[in-house]
């Protein structure tokens, strides 16, 4: 927990403004940057040279050398950005995330290469990657303080239901495996809910940010619990019906689950309420009973993740072949893994991208997935450390959205392929192979390396801005006639809810 | 706000540390029965390309390992005469799994039994290849082939040969039968083919062993648990004379029970005398008796035979449970008595009912492996004969077996006779309910005074007509080879 200590600057929100607090100078940190980049380089081109080396490659691989040598080139280039745009940004989240995509490289890689019929889609992992750390690069350039993306709060909310519709548009939506959550652009097939995780994120954060008060302010109380007014309870009855329709017309219920989990976190860190994670409580509860009663296909993949290890299902088309095959993977791998190339993890169908966390598991055994596992609690720990030490509520929300996404994303779908819960088809962020899933994520990095960049950077003229003062600058300047709500004085200590 | 960020950390961390569980679940405390999931042909996979030892029998591979030239597999398994030991080695297959002594010996054959250990830490340093150890048979080639070759083809069918003083089993043959070289073909295309094609073969079940899987109602050789109950309550005596009436109705039923109608039991329709009934296979002596005796000293003497419980140590699978059944009125007692209703056994079953009283009342345990031997010829096992039971005494035993030599003599089993060979034996013939289809079956042992061998012969379902002498005469052609006659 050393990495929770209470943020150097002091926490927004609070409207503490009167409490001095002593502010450390902050160090850019960029070159301790740079520094941890040769441990995180160096992981994925040991994994990457032992793929290369192992059995099922060919003699005299060497791609593992170019792929290392782009990734530090890329990783090189997001350095400087970094130093030029967003210079006090997190110097952890950069390596970690360099890390688990090398990982993920290597082992896509080593499917390729034990592929039936070769393949070659750690060139376009590659490629992908690099488009998505340039992505990452224009977006700290032409964006440079996250503040700006409050302005837009229902342009966020147009542009996330546009993404979610798209694919069920006849002539570019595509079904892939049961899932309706494809388009086809050319050549390209897209999951636009990949970016539209990010866009309802920024939609979340900047109504939420802007309606928190009202939110808290109104409402009856029933024992320890105060509940919402039926009219502020809108956004919510939107967000559930827009997982609910993911999940009936897109038939995904991973991203219903990530979309509806995501509101849930951004409106209780918000209004400090429980009680609005009650209700959403009883929103899933009664989401999932109808998904349940009425729905063939989450019958079937309930009843897939129920009884997977029955022949007859395990035989049945769309049955419980593919988790199967995953959890063999994985208890072959045992604690220590077979070492790449030695294990079969192509008998995995999407080995290489919704099972990468069976494969990597077969061939690295728990003690190398436990690293992994590891590398995503420090990257989503750092993302948190962002939040807490941002200065503004949208900052905050954003920050705290974008990293709890990670972490469910996570865990939904690998849950769903270590049989916790139904396997959905989502991607694991940065190992899976995919392009969407690369570059939404990579964009996501990016706004996080900015808002933590605004929360560590230290503060122009007298002391820091608290939300309390940036909303009335805010206001003064007319920005945004809905953050001017941001800065009622005192509004959370008048309710007596919050410590921060 | 920074207090519920907190917590919403937590919360991530809680979604973590249950994938971090579950990881730990999957990979190490369920990694083994996942490992051995039927399921699960990564095992197979990962060793099917190794050498594997050979299964042998009178000191012949009957399943060897032989290096292919090229292709997937550096390996590849070979059955020699298929037909005839295919419910024994049973299959080793890519696709299909392995079956039998192929699937129960797999850590010996493979060389990952605990008692290859040290083998395996030699080869470590040396650098050689690990090799599974071979298994020699108990089976007797010339027996096996003899038993094979009496069976009629186009009959379902199967012959056990057992040594009743040691429980070795020295055949176990069984048709139809199947080339087990066609599951073990390397190509998939080519073994779903064999597969759907040996699939449809009427009667085969490719699985399964038939000598001790199918079970069928054993008929009149149950009637030697009779004698042997009959014996220990002193309802039969070896001398006694019994009402031999051709028919006879059972209490609480209206259903006649009879001897068979002009066979030779209706020459004697008043009292006879045991040693005729037996040698005729007479039945209401039988079913009279068995209402004296009672079902709970039946039960517990078939029980002491093997009935009721499976014959699992035996290393072949899946194995059936041979029947008495509980809770008999005294109708479905006098029918059990004659081996009728709901009474069940397979040919091993039978088998060790013979093999019990040629042993003096001591059954052995009928076992099938007699040695294994590490690649570099030391011995690993040896066989040690175990007993099963004491059925009964070695008076009753003896006495039964006199008895026996009647059917052989002058009664229903005379086409078994070979000169030169007391054999003692037992017919039965069991109806199918109420058709015209019976199960033929004999079951004895040889010479009578000193066994060498018990034989049990079973066919199954075919027309009444065709049973006169079938089972008997298979059962000569066996002795005459186990005698060299």
């Known amino acids: 927990m050393t990495s929770m200590a209470p943020p150097a600057a002091p926490a927004g929100g609070s409207g503490r403004a009167s409490k001095p607090v002593k502010v450390k100078p902050q160090r850019a940190k960029r070159n301790l940057e740079l520094f941890l980049m040769i441990p995180a380089l160096g992981v994925a081109a040991l994994a990457d040279f032992l793929v290369s080396a192992s059995p099922v490659a060919p003699a005299n691989d060497t791609s593992w050398i170019t792929h290392i040598l782009v990734m530090g080139l890329l990783g090189l280039g997001m350095n400087i950005s970094l130093r030029i745009w967003a210079k006090y940004a997190d110097p952890f989240i950069l390596p970690i995330v360099i890390a688990l995509n090398g990982i993920g490289l290597a082992m896509i890689h080593r499917l390729d290469l034990g592929a039936a019929k070769a393949t070659t889609v750690a060139t376009s992992q590659l490629l992908y990657t690099g488009l998505g750390m340039a992505c990452a690069v224009i977006i700290l350039w032409a964006i440079r303080d996250h503040r700006i993306l409050r302005r837009f709060t229902y342009i966020w909310l147009a542009l996330s239901v546009f993404l979610l519709i798209l694919p069920l548009v006849p002539g570019i939506g595509r079904e892939i495996n049961g899932a309706n959550i494809w388009i086809k652009l050319g050549p390209f097939s897209v999951q636009p809910g990949e970016f539209a995780k990010i866009t309802l994120a920024f939609f979340f954060a900047s109504y939420l940010g802007s309606k928190r008060d009202l939110i808290l302010l109104a409402g009856k109380k029933i024992g320890r619990l105060q509940f919402p007014r039926l009219r502020d309870m809108g956004p919510m009855l939107v967000a559930w019906l827009v997982a609910l329709a993911v999940l009936v017309f897109q038939k995904d219920l991973g991203s219903a689950l990530m979309f509806f989990g995501l509101f849930m976190v951004m409106i209780y860190v918000a209004t400090g309420r429980i009680s609005w994670i009650a209700i959403g409580l009883v929103f899933v509860a009664a989401g999932g009973t109808f998904a349940m009663m009425f729905m063939g296909h989450v019958q079937r993949r309930v009843h897939v993740w129920l009884d997977a290890l029955d022949p007859t299902v395990y035989q049945a088309t769309g049955g419980s072949y593919q988790i199967v095959q995953g959890l063999f993977a994985m208890a072959n791998g045992g604690l220590p893994g077979t070492g790449f190339g030695e294990g079969k993890p192509n008998s995995i169908p999407l080995g290489n991208s919704d099972m990468i966390y069976a494969s990597l598991g077969e061939e690295l055994g728990l003690i190398g997935l436990s690293a992994i596992v590891m590398l995503f609690l420090l990257l989503i720990s750092r993302g948190i450390r962002a939040a807490l030490g941002a200065r503004d509520g949208f900052g905050k929300l954003l920050a705290t959205g974008l990293s709890f996404i990670l972490a469910l994303q996570f865990f939904i779908v690998t849950a769903g392929v270590l049989r916790v819960m139904p396997l959905t088809g989502l991607t694991t962020p940065f190992l899976s192979a995919g392009g969407s899933s690369l570059l939404a994520n990579w964009v996501l990095i990016a706004i996080l390396l900015m808002i933590s960049h605004n929360a560590r950077r230290p503060s122009t003229g007298g002391g820091t801005l608290s939300t309390q003062e940036q909303g009335m600058i805010d206001r003064h300047l007319k920005v945004s006639t809905d953050s001017a709500l941001d800065a009622t004085p005192d509004s959370t200590q008048r309710l007596g809810g919050e410590t921060s | ?485």
């Not at chain 2, 037992?426 to 004999?442: D, E, F, P, S, Y």
Request: proline share 5%; aromatic share 8%; charged share 20%.
């Open chain 2, 1 to 485: 706000m920074n207090q519920a960020i907190r917590r919403i950390w937590v919360a991530a961390v809680v979604l973590l540390t249950i994938i971090l569980g579950a990881t730990t679940y999957v990979q190490f405390f369920a990694a083994d029965a996942l490992n051995n999931n039927a399921l699960n042909s990564r095992q197979l996979l990962a060793n099917y390309g190794n050498p594997r030892g050979a299964i042998l029998a009178g000191g012949k591979p009957i399943a060897e390992s032989v290096k292919t030239d090229g292709g997937q597999f550096d390996y590849k398994r070979v059955y020699n005469d298929p037909e005839l030991y295919s419910g024994l080695t049973g299959y080793y297959s890519l696709g299909s799994g392995s079956t039998q002594l192929e699937s129960s010996l797999e850590s010996t054959l493979a060389g990952t039994s605990d008692n290859q250990f040290f083998d395996r830490l030699s080869n470590l340093f040396t650098g050689t290849a690990d090799q599974g150890a071979n298994v020699e048979l108990t089976i007797d080639p010339k027996i096996q082939k003899a038993a094979y070759d009496a069976l009629p083809d186009g009959k379902k069918g199967s012959v056990v040969v057992t040594n009743p003083k040691t429980g070795e089993i020295l055949a176990m043959a069984s048709k139809p039968t199947f080339d087990t070289n066609l599951m073990a073909v390397q190509s998939s295309a080519e073994l779903a083919k064999n597969r759907t094609k040996l699939n449809s073969t009427p009667g085969l079940r490719i699985a399964t062993n038939q000598s001790v899987y199918e079970r069928v109602s054993p008929g009149s050789t149950f009637k030697l648990l009779d004698l042997v109950a009959g014996f220990e309550t002193g309802d039969f005596a070896a001398d006694g004379e019994y009402d031999n009436s051709p028919k006879w109705t059972p209490p609480g039923t209206n259903k006649m029970l009879g001897n068979f109608d002009g066979g030779t039991c209706s020459s004697q329709p008043g009292k006879a005398s045991l040693k005729f009934i037996v040698a005729q296979s007479c039945n209401t002596p039988f079913g009279q008796a068995s209402q004296k005796i009672g079902q709970d000293k039946l039960r517990e003497v078939s029980e002491r035979f093997g009935f009721n419980a499976k014959p699992d140590w035996l290393g072949l699978a899946p194995t059936s449970t041979s029947v008495f059944p509980k809770e008999l009125n005294d109708a479905t007692l006098a029918y059990s008595s004659l081996g009728q209703f709901d009474v069940q056994a397979t040919t091993l079953q039978m088998n060790m009912v013979a093999m019990g009283l040629a042993n003096d009342g001591k059954l052995m345990k009928p076992q099938l492996v007699k040695q294994v031997t590490s690649p570099n010829l030391q011995v690993l096992q040896g066989y040690k004969a175990e007993e099963y039971k004491t059925v009964t005494t070695a008076k009753i035993a003896n006495d039964i077996t006199d008895l026996m030599r009647g059917p052989v003599e002058s009664g229903t089993a005379m086409k078994a006779k070979v000169s030169g060979v007391d054999l003692a034996a037992k017919t039965g013939t069991a109806q199918i309910g109420n058709t015209n289809r019976v199960h033929a079956w004999i079951t004895g042992f040889a010479p009578a005074d000193d066994p060498t061998v018990a034989i049990t012969v079973n066919v199954q379902d075919l027309p009444y007509s065709e049973t006169h002498g079938l089972t008997s005469t298979i059962m000569k052609k066996v002795e005459e080879a186990v005698f060299n006659k």
